[in-house]
């Protein structure tokens, strides 16, 4: 008898030091431990205040600045570009000499690249024209129609006029790249590309 009345004691001294345990964690949970009124008072590292907001906003404002200045240079290209203000420049290469088209011939030539296809046209005794002749549908090759006296895409049987360049049927709906010409010492110079005019 007197042993269970030792155990009787032993279990209450584990059920009050439970409760004490208890009602300590709540207070725990319930009051800030430490005696800081700000924000901060969970910042218990010494290198976690560098992880707040504003330093994070700060951080993300200095990368956008950054960004923003290191593509400005290639931004400015592009406007240039864009507008016209930066005259482009190319290189003067002899195509064809005149006495070896005849009125209606054409002849295929590679410009300002060489895996850039063109087409030259001789439409009358002192009328040249040449153009870029990738289709400017689906970039197919186009060709010379002396018969129809017209410029063909035959993949979607797109046409083109040869002496603007302007497609007259079929899909496409931009003119032909123009390749600027002149005659100097009886032959034909490319020497230039005309910009796209919307």
Same mark, same amino acid.
């Given at each position: 008898?007197?042993?269970?009345?030792?155990?009787?004691q032993g279990?209450?001294?584990?059920?009050?030091?439970?409760?004490?345990?208890?009602?300590?964690?709540?207070?725990?949970?319930?009051?800030?431990?430490?005696?800081?009124?700000?924000?901060?008072?969970?910042?218990?590292?010494?290198?976690?205040?560098?992880?707040?907001?504003?330093?994070?906003?700060?951080?993300?404002?200095?990368?956008?600045?950054?960004?923003?200045?290191?593509?400005?240079?290639?931004?400015?290209?592009?406007?240039?570009?864009? /507008? $016209?203000?930066?005259?482009?420049?190319? #290189? =003067?290469?002899?195509?064809?000499?005149?006495?070896?088209? %005849?009125?209606?011939? @054409?002849?295929?030539?590679?410009?300002?690249?060489?895996?850039?296809?063109?087409?030259?046209?001789?439409?009358?005794?002192?009328?040249?024209?040449?153009?870029?002749?990738?289709?400017?549908?689906?970039?197919?090759?186009?060709?010379?129609?002396?018969?129809?006296?017209?410029?063909?895409?035959?993949?979607?049987?797109?046409?083109?006029?040869?002496? /603007? $360049?302007?497609?007259?049927?079929?899909? #496409? =709906?931009?003119?032909?790249?123009?390749v600027l010409?002149? %005659?100097?010492?009886? @032959?034909?110079?490319?020497?230039?590309v005309k910009?796209?005019?919307?």
């Amino acid at each position: 008898m007197p042993q269970e009345k030792e155990l009787g004691q032993g279990q209450g001294h584990q059920r009050e030091h439970l409760q004490e345990h208890q009602q300590g964690h709540k207070r725990d949970n319930n009051h800030s431990p430490f005696q800081e009124d700000n924000y901060t008072h969970n910042i218990r590292k010494n290198d976690e205040r560098k992880l707040d907001r504003r330093g994070f906003m700060k951080t993300l404002v200095g990368a956008a600045g950054v960004f923003a200045v290191s593509t400005l240079p290639w931004g400015t290209l592009a406007a240039r570009e864009l /507008t $016209g203000l930066k005259k482009k420049a190319y #290189p =003067k290469l002899k195509i064809a000499d005149i006495r070896s088209l %005849q009125v209606g011939d @054409a002849v295929e030539f590679a410009y300002p690249g060489e895996h850039d296809s063109a087409l030259l046209i001789r439409l009358g005794d002192n009328e040249y024209k040449a153009y870029q002749n990738a289709c400017t549908h689906l970039k197919c090759p186009v060709f010379w129609s002396k018969e129809q006296d017209e410029m063909v895409c035959p993949c979607h049987h797109g046409i083109f006029d040869a002496r /603007t $360049g302007i497609p007259t049927a079929g899909p #496409p =709906k931009r003119p032909l790249p123009e390749v600027l010409l002149k %005659q100097e010492s009886g @032959a034909i110079y490319a020497i230039g590309v005309k910009r796209y005019e919307a």
